[in-house]
Structure formats: structure tokens, C-alpha cells
């Protein structure tokens, strides 16, 4: 066995250093966690059907990864995994664009100037007030909470009716804007889908109304029925109604009968609640509608404020910018800002975490204990990747090759943070959390739009870079049909691993979720046979990437993850039921005791048993990821 060692490792030296070679430098050493079966937080299914495989990592070359992207597999933190596409209940199917040919939707266009706009200081904007969350908010069919005033703007009322009429209107436009931003906040997020909802409308409710709806201390002043009008609008753009409540729509906004305006209106309702301060006047949603009261019975509502702003964020966010009315008696000078976009590689950073942690509490309502600084690293900072530098010689971009951050400052402020990796066919988008504040400027739609636009740029510096890979596409999920409007996209065949154009994928998906969508590859050259996907439905479809989607999710990148336990489940009887690919796995490079040994070397040193499980092992290993990367990479024992 010495002998047999000894050969092995001289052997096995000489392929890590032609490995080395060819994939810059490092080598890559995994460990096979095997296949994991765990409830869905797509489908929401009880049921353990998502059925994914897993690998641990110590390390990974940009070249192996790219290898493996183009497999179907993904990463979170230091953990690979890679959806057992025929078996499990939501197949997942890698999504890419390539940058040279992305053409921009209108929706994508109006991102876009609205960001523009916003830094030439001509979207109209103000400085919203602090917050402060209740925990204790009261969760009956008519819960309350309240809209902060502004102590810069209560004034003494004016006994001049047109003023006062002046004001109401002001402040009807105002809520209807910020009942507007809530829609955007959850349509941002996911929770929503994101499509073209109507125009918020706060309307002034009559005296007479008052008297009927109302008992006790307060009074109410103004009422809006967009929860109905957001219910029937999501019916009209489900291709199925009947699926509605079957993990195409948050559970949050459905009930038996799909979309439901009371629980929309309470949805609606529940943000204003963690984000407002319990002064002035209060929102509550009472059986679909969302109403506002006056804190003290009879008040007018000129004379509680004349500028309400509702803050989507924390007290220590306060200086940040929320979109508002302007008073008409303000200085209305334009105030430009000044938007930096910095690329540094993955680390932490105590100021990304605590943006982090806002984002992950306020948008995806996640409790303080499940954002952890440990569970953040974990997710968003750790990474296997072997760090490239730059060459100069047209190779490498000019940040090198690895995992980054790419942070969004706006006059100074972090306000958002794309977690990405740059490889050589492409950039791969990973995750990105975005400051509350800053829903109103959809920053998961402008900051596909930047990375795009950053490997159109990088490509003068590396030709070899010309794909932006958007993580995974659910068809039925409506929180990943988003992806495909950065057109024209392709999907990746989930058994052959060639890419087929969306526009042939999209018919073939519609009839069922898993599709050989190679065995169709051809139809390509007979596109006018199918059905044309237009703008308008990807306008439907779209969501945002958060880019991601949504933190009850298990294992998925662009949704937030929790790494699931993935064990040693097989076991004699598995064995026998597995349907493994016949490779062969004798030059298999095995990690064991700091040495490499390829498997024909070390075979013979187990148990007949042993070997054959082992053998059984590294066969599956093989069908995963290839008999490529199988040869490539280290298969740690250890």
C-alpha cells in the first residue's frame, strides 16, 4: 500500500500542478454531504419534497465554480447545492443573460431616469421622521397604528377655509403617496408581486359616514380601498386563478379564494405599524379598507399636521431620504446628490451588517435572533473562492477574479449592497439588501441594471466576460419571474446543461415544471411557431432581485437561506434503489491525510464493503458535477 501511495502522489502532484495551471492557482476541495430532503419554502408544500444535493467546501478555483454554475449549481457562503431537478417539487433552473444583448423593458427604462431624477434632486423627496416599532401592535380584524408627525410641521390652524382645504388635499396626496410606497416596499420584497398596481387614493370621509363607522375618542378622516383593488388586480394577472394559494401568492394575502383585500389591507397596515410613531394620526385596516383617524375626536386634520412623512426606517435612519409632498411655503432649491458605487472584496463590514440586519427585520420581517452577525458571515461573507488578482494581460478584469461586495453610497450613506462573483464567463449575482428608505428607487431592478452594465464595460477587460447569471428561476414561483425581463434570457437544460432562449422555455414550463429543455433546443430556428412573449406580460411577471427572494426560504440564494442538514442519509437499502451514472471513478482525486490519492490507488486499501459504498459514493459524486470536475477537484475524506 506504501508503494502504491507513493506512486499515487507523485502522480496526482503532477496533475495539481497542470490543474493549477489551468485554473490560475489553489485547487478545490469539497466533501460530499450527499442528497437532502427538506419542506419547500417556495410551494410551501408540508411535505418534505425539496429534494437538493450538497457539497462543503474548503476551497474552490473561479474556474471550477464557472464549471459548476454551468451545472446547475449555486452557492451560499462556503455551501454548495444543486436541485435534483426530476425530483424535487419546484425545479429550479439556472438563469443567464448575455450582457452584449440585453435590451432594457420600459419598466427597467423608467428605473433608470427615476434614479436620475432623483440624484439631480427633481423627484420630490423629504426628510421622513424617526420611528419607532410596536411589538405589541393588536392583531384583530381592525388594527391600529400610527403615522408620525412631523414636530417641524404642526402649526397653528388657520381660520382661513381655503387654507384649510389646501391642507386636506396636501395631506390626501400624501397618504395616497405613502400607501403607494407600502405597495412598492411589498412588491420590492416579493410579498407583492410586481406588476402595475393602481394609484393609491385616499379620500376624505364624510361627516355623515364618520358617525356610522366610528365610536369612541377618535375620529375618522380619511379611507382608502386599494386592498381591493390590489386583490383583483393580482386575479387578473394569474395565468391559473385557482393556484393562487398554492405558492404563486404569499400565504400572507391569500385565503381560500386567492387574493384577499383583508388581508392585504392588514399587510398594508402591519409595515406602517413597525415603521410609524404612535402620535398624531392612526391607520387602520378594517375588513379591506385602510383607514386614518385623528388622534383626539372632532379634530380637524389641518389642525393635527399640514406634512405628515412616514419613515421606513429606524431612528438611527432618520437622515436618510423617504419620498414626500413639499410644502408649498418650503424653499424648493434642487439639492443634487451624489451616487458612488464601490467594488471590494467580500469581508465584513460592521456598517453592511447593520444595513443588513435593518433590511432583513423590515422587509422580510425576520425576528432580531435569526440575524445573527454569525449567520450573516455565514451567508454573505464566507466564500470558497481562490481569490484571482489582476494579470493586465486581458485575462483578468482589473478587480481580479473572487466574491465581492459592491456597495451603493449615496451622499455619503450605505444604502445598498450587492453581494456577487466575478468568474470568467460571467458575473454571478448572489443576493442584495437595500436600505427601507430606498424602496421607492427599486434598487434590486437599478442594481441588475448596474451589474449588467458592469460586465458590458469589463468586457474591453476580459473577453471572456460577457454573461450575467441572475441565480435561479422557479416558474411557478411568482417571486422569480422577475428574472426573466432582463430579456433575452436563457435557461439552463437541467440534463444536458445547454442553454435554451426563455421564449422557447416559457410555453414548455407553463405545461409542467420539469422540461428536458434541450429535447426543444431545435425550435429555435422555428421561433414564429411559438408564442410571443411580450413586454407587457414580462412587466407582469417582474419582481425584484433581493434579487432575491422572502427569508423563509430554505437554501436558495436569491431568497435568503438557512443551510439545511445535509447528512448521511444513504445508507444499504438506498444503495440499491439509486439510479447512479456508470462513470468511471478510478482517477477521482481523493483527499485523505493531507495527501491526494486517486481512487485506483486507494481502492483496494478498504473492505470489500467499504469500497463498494465508497465507489457507490463517488458515482453519484460523478453524476452531480460531471465527469470533469469529478477528476478535477479533491473528494475530501476527511
Aim: with cysteine; net charge neutral.
Amino acid at each position: 500500500m506504501a508503494g502504491k501511495t507513493k506512486k499515487s502522489e507523485a502522480s496526482s502532484s503532477s496533475s495539481r500542478n497542470s490543474s493549477r495551471s489551468s485554473n490560475h492557482r489553489g485547487e478545490s476541495v469539497v466533501v460530499d454531504y450527499g442528497k437532502n430532503k427538506s419542506s419547500c419554502g417556495y410551494c410551501k408544500s408540508s411535505a418534505r419534497s425539496s429534494i437538493s444535493h450538497g457539497l462543503g467546501t474548503q476551497s474552490i478555483t473561479i474556474n471550477d465554480y464557472q464549471d459548476l454554475l454551468d451545472r446547475g449549481w449555486r452557492r451560499s457562503g462556503c455551501f454548495l447545492y444543486k436541485p435534483e431537478m426530476e425530483k424535487t417539487c419546484c425545479p429550479a433552473y439556472t438563469i443567464r443573460l448575455k450582457a452584449g444583448d440585453f435590451v432594457p423593458s420600459k419598466e427597467q427604462l423608467r428605473v433608470s431616469r427615476r434614479m436620475q431624477r432623483f440624484l439631480e434632486g427633481t423627484l420630490d423627496c423629504k426628510r421622513p421622521v424617526e420611528s419607532v416599532e410596536d411589538p405589541n401592535a393588536s392583531k384583530d380584524t381592525c388594527s391600529r397604528t400610527h403615522l408620525g408627525v412631523s414636530s417641524l410641521a404642526v402649526k397653528e390652524s388657520s381660520s382661513n377655509n381655503n387654507e384649510e382645504k389646501d391642507g386636506e388635499e396636501n395631506i390626501m396626496r400624501f397618504l395616497s403617496d405613502q400607501v403607494g410606497n407600502v405597495v412598492h416596499a411589498f412588491s420590492e420584497s416579493g410579498e407583492f408581486p410586481d406588476i402595475q398596481f393602481p394609484k393609491a387614493s385616499v379620500k376624505k370621509v364624510s361627516q355623515a359616514k364618520r358617525k356610522i363607522l366610528v365610536e369612541g375618542p377618535e375620529d375618522l378622516l380619511y379611507s382608502t380601498n386599494i386592498a381591493f383593488q390590489i386583490a383583483a388586480t393580482i386575479k387578473r394577472s394569474l395565468p391559473d386563478q385557482k393556484d393562487s394559494n398554492q405558492g404563486r401568492l404569499s400565504r400572507n394575502i391569500t385565503d381560500e379564494n386567492g387574493p384577499s383585500p383583508k388581508l392585504i389591507a392588514e399587510k398594508l397596515e402591519s409595515f406602517l405599524n413597525q415603521l410609524a410613531k404612535t402620535s398624531g394620526l392612526s391607520v387602520r385596516a378594517c375588513n379591506g379598507h385602510l383607514n386614518f383617524y385623528s388622534a383626539a375626536k372632532h379634530a380637524s386634520a389641518y389642525e393635527s399636521f399640514q406634512t405628515v412623512s412616514v419613515s421606513k426606517g429606524s431612528a438611527a435612519s432618520s437622515e436618510s431620504k423617504g419620498c414626500s409632498l413639499k410644502n408649498s411655503s418650503e424653499n424648493t432649491q434642487v439639492k443634487r446628490r451624489r451616487l458612488e458605487i464601490h467594488l471590494k472584496r467580500s469581508s465584513f463590514d460592521s456598517e453592511e451588517y447593520a444595513l443588513y440586519r435593518r433590511y432583513q427585520m423590515m422587509v422580510h420581517n425576520d425576528t432580531p435572533d435569526h440575524v445573527t452577525e454569525s449567520s450573516y458571515k455565514r451567508f454573505l461573507v464566507d466564500t470558497p473562492l481562490i481569490f484571482v488578482p489582476p494579470t493586465g494581460d486581458g485575462t483578468v478584469p482589473p478587480c481580479g477574479f473572487g466574491s465581492f461586495h459592491q456597495q451603493y453610497v449615496i451622499d455619503g450613506k450605505l444604502v445598498a449592497v450587492g453581494v456577487i462573483d466575478i468568474l470568467p464567463r460571467c458575473l454571478s449575482s448572489k443576493y442584495l439588501f437595500w436600505d427601507p428608505d430606498f424602496a421607492f428607487l427599486s434598487p434590486g431592478k437599478y442594481s441588475a441594471l448596474q451589474e449588467i452594465n458592469w460586465v458590458k464595460e469589463n468586457q474591453a477587460h476580459c473577453s471572456t466576460l460577457q454573461y450575467y447569471y441572475l441565480g435561479y428561476y422557479i416558474h411557478s414561483c411568482s417571486k422569480m419571474r422577475y428574472k426573466a425581463a432582463y430579456s433575452p434570457s436563457e435557461l439552463l437544460c437541467p440534463l444536458r446543461y445547454q442553454w435554451v432562449p426563455f421564449a422557447i422555455a416559457k410555453p414548455l414550463l407553463d405545461r409542467k415544471p420539469y422540461v428536458v429543455l434541450s429535447d426543444f433546443s431545435t425550435l429555435q430556428d422555428r421561433e414564429s411557431l411559438l408564442p410571443h412573449v411580450s413586454e407587457d406580460v414580462m412587466e407582469v411577471q417582474h419582481d425584484d432581485i433581493g434579487k432575491e427572494d422572502t427569508n423563509d426560504f430554505l437554501m436558495y440564494d436569491d431568497e435568503g437561506m438557512m443551510e439545511p442538514e445535509y447528512g448521511s442519509s444513504d445508507n444499504e437499502q438506498h444503495l440499491a434503489s439509486v439510479d447512479v451514472e456508470d462513470g468511471d471513478v478510478n482517477n477521482i482525486l481523493i483527499g485523505l491525510k493531507g495527501s491526494r490519492v486517486k481512487f485506483k490507488d486507494l481502492k483496494f486499501a478498504f473492505r470489500l464493503s467499504e469500497r463498494s459504498y465508497l465507489e457507490f459514493q463517488l458515482r453519484r459524486y460523478m453524476r452531480v458535477v460531471g465527469e470533469a470536475l469529478a477528476e478535477r477537484m479533491v473528494y475530501s475524506l476527511e
